[in-house]
């Protein structure tokens, strides 16, 4: 039998304070701003914020979905050995950064990675640093 693989998906992280995100959110909202094609799409306030999604628990998570396929929340509390809360909490975490996706089959809830290669994209001056002469933020 052959093995389907899942094709891999990029996922591209930006790292921005909160405050600079606010601004460059209502930049974007008010049009003086266009986000390029290649910026990244999901956004943690911190490179600790992200490590704590994507930790090495998290990642084997990751890979035990994707390599057993569990049909439901219960399946997979009995691979992982963690809570049915614990799992929860942290895939909900991650659905809301597009890592995974959660399917209702049924009654059941199965979990579906979204994302298995990642890029993080940040900088000391990424943001909010006025432009010379122009009077707009580059952000």
């Not at 994507?54 to 399946?75: G, V």
């Not at 597009?98 to 290669?117: D, L, Q, W």
């Amino acid at each position: 039998m052959k093995e389907r693989r899942m094709a891999q998906k990029m996922l591209h992280i930006g790292i921005m304070p909160y405050q600079d995100y606010k601004k460059r959110t209502l930049a974007i909202a008010r049009g003086e701003y266009r986000p390029q094609p290649d910026e990244p799409k999901v956004w943690f306030e911190s490179v600790r914020s992200m490590a704590q999604v994507l930790s090495n628990e998290n990642q084997l998570l990751l890979k035990t979905i994707l390599e057993r396929k569990p049909e439901s929340l219960k399946e997979l509390e009995a691979a992982t050995g963690r809570s049915s809360s614990n799992l929860s909490r942290t895939l909900k975490t991650m659905a809301r950064y597009g890592i995974v996706r959660m399917e209702k089959v049924h009654r059941n809830i199965r979990p579906v990675v979204e994302a298995t290669n990642f890029t993080v994209q940040f900088g000391l001056y990424a943001s909010s640093r006025p432009e010379q002469g122009t009077g707009t933020a580059r952000i």
